[in-house]
Each structure stands twice: as C-alpha cells, then as structure tokens.
C-alpha cells in the first residue's frame, strides 16, 4: 500500500443513524478512588468500504459526534493480498503502524462495553479478512495474526540454523519406552492389602506380578524375593495416588556430525485403585551435540521461546560449577558401537560400569579440564571418578601428579595399595587414608579404613589422639562409645578431644591409658567440665598447654618481678595461661594469639596487665614487654588505646626504674636478644609495608603504630 494512493481515497462520513446514536448516549461519571471516570454505552462507531480491494475502515469518536463532528478519528487500511495495514491519525495527520489495542485512545473507549457497527458491514469485515469475527474483533485478530507472522519470520533467522542442526538426531530406540519404565525410573514398589493379622503377599511394580512377603511395614524399604529389586512397601488403602521422584535417563546416539547426548526426565504414576496399571510420563529437555572427538559441543534445552512457542532453544554446555543432582540411568545398547570410535578417549562407558547413574555432559566436560578422569575411569575407580564430577575433587584435588605416567605415580600410591583400593571401590577418602598408612608404615586393615570413610572420618580428625593408639584401636574405642551412648563418630571424636584438653590442663597424665582410653567417655568429660568451670576456657587453655608447654611455669617467677603498684596504678602478671585468655575476652583483643604464647615460651617477651589501682581486679590495658621492661605494646578494649594512657605512661616510666633493679644477668640477655629480633620483624613489616585493615588505625602502616607504642627502658642505660 502506497500512503499518496490512500490519500487520493474519499473520507468515510458518520451516517445519521451513526449520529443520533451518540447525541442518545448521555454519559455516565463513575467515581474510582480520586479518579472520576466518564462512560457511554459505545465508545466509538465504525462505518467501512472496499476499494480497489483495500478495506477502508473509519473510526469515529462518541465525544466528537456529540459535538456535531462526522469525520473520523482514524482510518484503517488494510491489503489482504500484501498482508499490510495502515492506520491514519487524523487527529494529528500521522500515520500509524501499530494494531487498534496500542493505539493511545481516550480512557473512556476501555471503559465501555460496545464498539458499534452495523451487522452488513461486519459481515464485509469477516468475510474479507476471512476470519471468524467481524467488527472490531475481527480487525484485531487479523492484525495480531500479521504481527505474529511477522514476528515468527524474524524468528525463523535465528532458529532455522538450530533446526538444521538438530535436523540429524536420530529416532528413539524401538525399545526406549519398556528400558524408561524398567530401567531409567528405578523407583519400585510392592502395593499390599494391610491386614492385623499380617500381609502375606504384594504386588512387585517391576515384576508385574504377585510375590510373596513378610511383615512389610509402609514406607519401609525392602527388596522383591522375586526379581531382587530394591522396593518400597505401600499399603493400598492408605497409599492413595503414589508418584515416583522425576528421574534423570541419557540416551547417546550416533549422528551426522559426532554424537549427541539426549536427557529425558520421567515419572511414574500410581492412581489410587490402579496400581496395576500405571501412568508413565517422560519428557525430553536438553540435546548435546558432539563431534566425532567428543569436543565442541553444542547444547540445546526445550523450553519458551521469546514468549512465543516451546521449542528447542541454543544454549551453553555446562559447567564444571553446576551443583545441579543430574545423575541418572544411561541407556546401554547404543554405548558398546560408540565406545570404539567416538567415547574411545574418554572412559565414559567405563565410568558407567561401575556406577549405574551418572550426568554424561558433565563428565565430558569436566573431562576437558580435568584430563586425569579419563585413566581413573579406565583403572576401574569408579568412586574417584564420581567424587571428581560432584566438585569434590573437579581439579584434581587428592591428586598427587596428573602428569604423571604411570597410575600409582598420579595418585602417590605403590601397586598394591592401588589393588586395595580398586578392589574397595575406595575414593579419595580411602586413598588418604591408604597414604597415611603409607607414611606411618603401620598397616589398617580394609574394613577399618571402610568404615572411617562411611562416617566420613579423617586422618587429621584422630590426629590429637594417633601418637597413642593405633587406627583400628581407635576405629573399635570409637564404636564402642556409639554403641554405648547412641551418639554419631563426630560427636565422639569432639567431646573425646575436648576431654583431652581438659584433661592436659588439669595436668593428668594424658599418655595413661586410663586417662586418654576412658571407658565411661561422656561422664568423665562432664566431671572435667565442672573441674573447670569455663569449658571452652580450659579447652583452648590446653590446646596452648600442648603447644607452648613451657608458658604457665614462665608465669610462675613474673610476679616476684615485674609486679609493681602505687596510689593510681599497677601493674599484675598472669599466673596461668587463663589469666591472658580472660585477659582478651574481657578487653577483646589479640593477646589471645598464639603469636603471643609463642614469643613467651621462648622468653622473647610476656604478657603483663596495667590495672587501675582502685580497681585491680577489672582488666583496663594489656601490656606486652620485653624482659628488661621495654615496653612493645600498650591497648585496652578492641585494640585501641584513649588519652588516658598519657598518664599511664608516666606511671609504667617509674615502674620501668624498678623493675630495673630487679633484672638479672639472664634478664639482660634475653633482653638483648629480644631487642634483635624486634628490630627484624620491624624491618621486615616496613618492607612489606603490611597496613592495618580494620579498627580505628585502617590504612596505617603496622610498623609505624609500633613504633608508636614502644616504650624503651632508657633507665637501664643511665643505670649502666
């Protein structure tokens, strides 16, 4: 349609008929919250013509007609033969592209119930477009059929390509609904009829027949005595409609350029009084396509396209990332053709021998990156393979060297370890523990490292107790203690560590067997718990014990010392490593460190208290000094430090002339050791310029506060 052609057209005139119509239709106000909407019976007339076979449609509006006017608001074009239309905007001489629901017309027109029309010239509307409607309906519905065969044709350049691609992938198996129903969804059951005196046969989903039981109990699992499947029992009168969970099922198939792997997911149904008989529903929702080297993918999933249509729709391959639980049955009768040529490289039908499900994409893709999967699923481990496509090991995590040449060198094992763990189906949990066995020389046997991996138990878990008992002593202590108190391996193993630590702090001899293999477990760890008081207090404190066991007696002498008070102020050393631990709960500060506990062990320095005289017993400053009296650190509450510790440091120069007098020669040396060592790790902090990251000092550098707060004893040199 050309717009000069429909210029030169005659304008359609509202009839007389048109116009009483509306000088009658007296409007109505309808009020709606704050707004006040105006109503007529019809919100605009139409009046039509075909010329040149081009249908004229005028468009009138009530309001205007109720003013006298009797041209057209608008006037649709349309061209049957082109399939276009047109509408001209008379109000603002414009012309329009747009379908009559997106023209912007009065408020009024979507409040009124009519669009009015004579029957004569709807019945030319319908019979020209050759639809089911005429009138405005009809005029709507032939536009909006325009636009979506517009709209599929630009689609149609983006998804012809994708069809074309997927034009190669082959017809279903003739079997595929039978090995779906008996294979690819593995949930079964046995349906029996509940009676007080007790079922003595069911009906076996999977065998389709009826095979005896006994005492089968509902939702209880099971096994049929007939087909040896696994089965859950349901009682028929309490059971109802029974569906099974969506299974995932992979079907590989041969194609024109490789490969392509298909994902279904399926469902059985179980409609109550048809059990016998039930529905089984698969849908596929994702396509793979490969080439010849099992590379390059191209993935397709079934979903809305645009809005428009369901479709297959392009997307990406997965990731290695994709925490998804996509495992699922794979069909077997296409895998031994393509397992020579196209899987050749890639252990895929090795991997499926070992466990039934598995998600094949992922492994193919996890395969790119993580190259090892192909030997451990050659070498029959099947566990390692399927740890590595669950994320726990995806690169290589427990592998000692995948470049290696040899399989024992790969996963640093000798021959007979691989053996055991090929023939315990072992993972990497068994393998850690078969390297520990290595490293230690001392040998466990299968069914002890078998049962630490089912509860999921570690090396590193036991090692606080190893150095005494021998794994299968401790695998058989452990058991007991479960039987004992119903209680899981995990919480044995905290509450047995805990009691060690407290234990070590109350300074019992931890290495009898008495003490650190006690029969009654949990009773023995609550009476060290009220020995203690603070539980968690006495735990740390012995975790420190353990590794710095020369700082409680350090404790001892520092009091003679370094003790020291006047009317303001003191100065208290702890007695025990509890005292700095209560120290840096109370202050919420770092002294807690093990960096601190360290340096006292070693005598580098000590960790003192500065109290307020008036309250000695309330913690105010935390002082860190070297053993002269030099005085490396001052803070108090969050590592901070207030104006008040201006005439707190007069107080610590005079408590530095007396300890002076106090030193010893030993004092002396280890101060000047002290000295040395700061003087390194300052040097070493500027050069790696480490800035403070959080708290009122962020972004400063660590030295510079330091320096700040040292506080050298200059009474030693005057003494001197």
Request: glycine share 6%.
């Amino acid at each position: 349609m050309k717009k000069k052609e429909l210029d030169k057209l005659r304008c359609l005139k509202a009839t007389p008929e048109m116009m009483q119509m509306a000088a009658a239709d007296t409007p109505r106000r309808e009020k709606y919250y704050s707004w006040v909407n105006t109503i007529y019976k019809c919100g605009l007339y139409m009046s039509c013509r075909i010329v040149n076979d081009i249908l004229m449609v005028a468009i009138f509006l009530t309001e205007h007609m109720r003013t006298g006017g009797d041209k057209p608001a608008y006037e649709l074009f349309i061209d049957r033969e082109s399939k276009q239309f047109l509408t001209y905007d008379r109000l603002h001489d414009n012309w329009l592209t747009a379908k009559l629901d997106r023209i912007d017309w009065p408020a009024y027109i979507s409040y009124s119930k009519e669009k009015w029309i004579n029957q004569f010239e709807s019945d030319l509307i319908k019979n020209y477009l050759g639809g089911q409607h005429g009138g405005y309906e009809g005029l709507l519905d032939y536009q909006r059929q325009i636009r979506y065969e517009e709209l599929k044709q630009r689609h149609k350049k983006e998804t012809d390509p994708w069809d074309r691609h997927l034009a190669q992938v082959p017809k279903l198996p003739k079997d595929w609904e039978r090995w779906v129903d008996k294979v690819g969804i593995p949930q079964n059951y046995i349906f029996y009829q509940y009676s007080r005196k007790g079922a003595d046969s069911g009906y076996c989903t999977y065998c389709g027949k009826d095979v005896p039981i006994k005492q089968p109990r509902y939702d209880k699992k099971g096994r049929c005595p007939r087909c040896r499947h696994e089965i859950t029992f349901k009682s028929v009168g309490k059971a109802g409609t029974v569906i099974t969970e969506r299974a995932f099922m992979y079907l590989i198939q041969r194609c024109n350029d490789g490969f392509v792997i298909r994902e279904f997911t399926g469902y059985r149904k179980y409609s109550k009084g048809r059990y016998y008989a039930p529905e089984c529903s698969t849908s596929e929702i994702r396509r793979v396509i490969y080439d010849k080297n099992a590379k390059n993918p191209k993935a397709y999933f079934w979903g809305l396209y645009k809005l428009c249509e369901y479709r297959w729709i392009a997307t990406g391959p997965c990731s290695i990332y994709w925490g998804g639980n996509d495992k699922g049955k794979v069909y077997g009768k296409t895998l031994p053709c393509l397992s020579k040529k196209e899987l050749s490289r890639t252990g895929l039908a090795e991997a499926l021998n070992g466990f039934g499900a598995i998600d094949p994409e992922k492994y193919l893709t996890i395969l790119h990156v993580a190259p090892h999967l192909e030997k451990l699923a050659k070498a029959k481990l099947p566990r390692l393979v399927h740890e590595c496509m669950s994320g726990y090991s995806a690169f290589g995590e427990g592998v000692r060297d995948v470049n290696a040449s040899s399989l024992t060198k790969m996963l640093g094992v000798n021959t007979q370890e691989l053996k055991r763990l090929r023939q315990n189906i072992g993972g990497l949990r068994f393998l850690d523990w078969l390297r520990y066995e290595n490293a230690t020389g001392k040998i466990i046997p299968d069914n002890v490292i078998d049962w630490f991996c089912s509860e999921k138990i570690t090396a590193k878990d036991i090692q606080f107790i190893r150095d005494r008992m021998s794994a299968p002593q401790v695998c058989n202590y452990l058991r007991r203690q479960m039987s004992a108190y119903s209680k899981k391996s995990k919480d044995i193993l905290n509450t047995w560590a805990d009691y060690l630590s407290m234990a070590k702090r109350l300074k019992m001899d931890t290495n009898d067997a008495i003490v650190f293999r006690v029969n009654k477990l949990y009773q023995r760890h609550d009476e060290l718990v009220e020995l203690c008081h603070d539980k968690s207090l006495a735990i740390r404190a012995g975790e420190i014990m353990e590794q710095y066991p020369h700082v409680d007696d350090i404790c001892v002498p520092l009091k003679e010392k370094y003790e020291y008070g006047n009317e303001d102020y003191t100065v208290i050393a702890p007695s025990c490593i509890e005292d700095i631990l209560l120290e840096a709960r109370a202050l919420h500060h770092c002294a807690d460190d093990d960096r601190y506990f360290e340096r006292m062990d070693r005598r580098e320095t000590y960790v003192l208290f500065l109290r307020k005289t008036a309250e000695a017993d309330k913690p105010y400053y935390t002082l860190e000094v070297e053993p002269n009296g030099t005085v490396r650190q001052k803070r108090t509450m969050f590592d901070r430090q207030h104006a008040d510790i201006e005439d707190a440091a007069k107080f610590l120069a005079e408590w530095q002339k007396v300890v002076t007098k106090r030193l010893s020669e030993e004092d002396l040396k280890l101060a000047e050791e002290s000295r040395v060592l700061r003087i390194q790790e300052y040097a070493l902090l500027r050069e790696n310029r480490a800035i403070i990251r959080t708290g009122d000092l962020a972004g400063k550098l660590l030295v510079d506060v330091l320096l700040a707060d040292l506080m050298e004893n200059t009474a030693i040199e005057k003494a001197a």
